[in-house]
C-alpha cells in the first residue's frame, strides 16, 4: 500500500463536475481520477523530450534534456557514440534515454565527465529515489569524478 500525503487543491466549477462525472461513470475515486490525470499528462510531456548534443565554446559538449544541461564531455567522445552521433547533433535530437549511452561514451574514450546533479534531480526527480541519489551523488563527489 502506497502512503498518500493530503492536499487541497482549487478546483473550477468545471473541473469538480467533470470529476463528479468521471466519479459516478468510472466507480474509481476521485483520487484515483486525479492521480490517472496525473501519470497521463506526465507521461505526455515526457515522450517529448529530446536529448541533444550542444556544442560549447570551450570544444567541449553539453548533453541536454528538455533545456536542461546533464553532462558536459569532451569531443573526443564524440566517435565512441556510434550512430546516435549524427541525431543527438540534429536539430530533432535523440530520445531522452540516451543518457546512459553519452556516460559509456565518455569512458570509453576517458573523456572528462562533468556531471550536473541538480539538473539531473530536476530532470530525473520524479524516478529518483531521492536519498540513494543524494548519497551516491556525495559519495562521487568525494571521489572527485563528479
Known amino acids: 500500500m502506497m502512503n498518500k500525503t493530503r492536499k487541497d487543491f482549487r478546483l473550477s466549477a468545471s ?10 461513470h468510472t466507480g474509481k475515486n476521485a483520487t484515483d481520477i486525479i492521480e490517472l490525470g496525473i501519470e497521463r499528462l506526465f507521461a505526455d510531456e515526457w515522450s517529448t523530450l529530446r536529448a541533444r548534443l550542444i556544442p ?35 536539430p530533432e535530437g535523440g530520445a531522452e534515454n540516451l543518457f546512459g549511452v553519452v556516460v559509456l561514451a565518455a569512458s570509453a574514450a ?5 556531471v550536473h546533479y541538480d539538473n539531473i534531480q ?11 541519489f543524494e548519497a551516491e551523488s556525495n559519495m562521487l563527489a568525494a571521489e572527485g569524478r563528479g
Open 56 to 90: 560549447r565554446q570551450d570544444g567541449r559538449f553539453d548533453f541536454v534534456i528538455g533545456g536542461l544541461p546533464l553532462l558536459t564531455i569532451e569531443e573526443k567522445a564524440l566517435p565512441r557514440l556510434g550512430n546516435h552521433l549524427a541525431e543527438l547533433l540534429s
Open 122 to 132: 530536476r530532470l530525473f526527480g520524479p524516478f529518483l529515489d531521492t536519498p540513494t
Open 110 to 114: 576517458e573523456s572528462r565527465l562533468e
Open 15 to 24: 473541473s469538480l463536475q467533470r470529476l463528479q462525472w468521471l466519479v459516478e
